[in-house]
């Protein structure tokens, strides 16, 4: 007797929305089928890590992200499932000040949910000063930040295995990185998450190529500021869609952060990936002890084209107690053949 996993047939995709959620049909199962229960545990976490621009001209735009730092750490909060760190590297890797070179900042290095007046916290993380190099760079900081000695020792539990990786850049200037190129910084991110493209997001604030109302650093030689190309290319590497850039002078600047915020949360903390294709009939959802409805808004809905439960935007994240977690229980199915 020979006995071959099941490969989830999907007959029909439909849209993801609150109406359209109980129209996805079951992923086709045999009429000789054996069922097994399984069970998925969702813990989404996410390390956060901020590449703030420390140059002279960066005055400013610190005070500005400071101020609203409270707009997107508050997304997190309403999302009571998703745990995050946050930690904060400058662009100086020539010592022109303290902590450099892949450090992470502040007194307490690493924000969580659980460190007391969190926002305040890290609103002093982020206001690092404007004394470091006029060499930006933005892609080796990170590189020695989660690589040995670093990672091991002064940034010990920023990076931890199973959660997703998240670079947000802060800078008005282009990369001049030495060590790490656009692909390279990519690559080493996705080896770092075991190859999983998946868990591997970029952001930044930056004033995009082709925009001229916001000023750039000017470049160290005199010439022209360049513009951002060598972190768009890393940025279209994480997200082609190009949503993940904001203007780092536009006028809702707070409101943008908090998308980014809103973004990672949807990518991160929404989405349970299941193990085997399920019994759509048999799937229950369970927040702490309530369980969930099955409704594409307040509560989950089931994607077969990438076999996973959607959680919804709307659902009462504190109907439940901090740490509560979700689980996802459900048949899936296998057969026999002779």
């Not at 079951?26 to 621009?53: G, R, T, W």
């Not at 229950?284 to 969930?292: M, N, P």
Request: proline share 6%.
């Amino acid at each position: 007797m020979r006995r071959f996993s099941l490969i989830a047939v999907l007959l029909a995709v439909t849209a993801c929305s609150p109406t359209a959620s109980k129209q996805y049909l079951s992923p086709y199962v045999p009429p000789n089928k054996v069922v097994d229960a399984n069970a998925e545990i969702f813990d989404p976490q996410a390390d956060i890590l901020f590449v703030v621009d420390n140059s002279q001209s960066m005055d400013t735009h610190q005070a500005n992200l400071a101020r609203n730092i409270g707009l997107f750490t508050s997304v997190f909060l309403k999302n009571s499932v998703l745990d995050y760190n946050i930690g904060v590297v400058s662009t100086d890797t020539e010592r022109f000040r303290e902590p450099c070179c892949g450090h992470l900042y502040g007194d307490v290095k690493v924000v969580t949910k659980q460190t007391p007046d969190a926002n305040y916290v890290l609103g002093r993380n982020i206001q690092i000063g404007t004394n470091g190099s006029g060499y930006e760079r933005l892609f080796d900081p990170i590189f020695l930040a989660l690589s040995s000695p670093l990672v091991d020792t002064y940034n010990r539990g920023f990076l931890r295995p199973s959660a997703s990786l998240i670079v947000i850049f802060i800078t008005d200037a282009e990369d001049q990185s030495e060590r790490m190129s656009a692909k390279g910084l990519y690559d080493f991110l996705v080896n770092l998450k075991g190859g999983d493209k998946r868990k591997v997001l970029g952001y930044g604030a930056i004033i995009p190529s082709g925009f001229y109302g916001c000023t750039r650093d000017p470049s160290n030689d005199g010439g022209a500021a360049p513009e951002p190309k060598r972190i768009e290319d890393f940025l279209q590497l994480t997200d082609p869609g190009h949503k993940n850039i904001l203007n780092l002078c536009a006028g809702d600047f707070g409101t943008r952060l908090a998308e980014f915020a809103t973004d990672i949360v949807n990518q991160v903390g929404s989405i349970v990936y299941l193990s085997r294709a399920p019994i759509l009939q048999s799937i229950r959802v369970v927040y702490g002890a309530a369980e969930l409805p099955m409704d594409a808004e307040s509560g989950w809905s089931f994607d077969p084209t990438i076999n996973a439960v959607r959680l919804g935007r709307k659902i009462d994240w504190s109907s439940q107690p901090n740490g509560s977690r979700v689980q996802v229980f459900y048949d899936a199915a296998r057969f026999d053949e002779e």
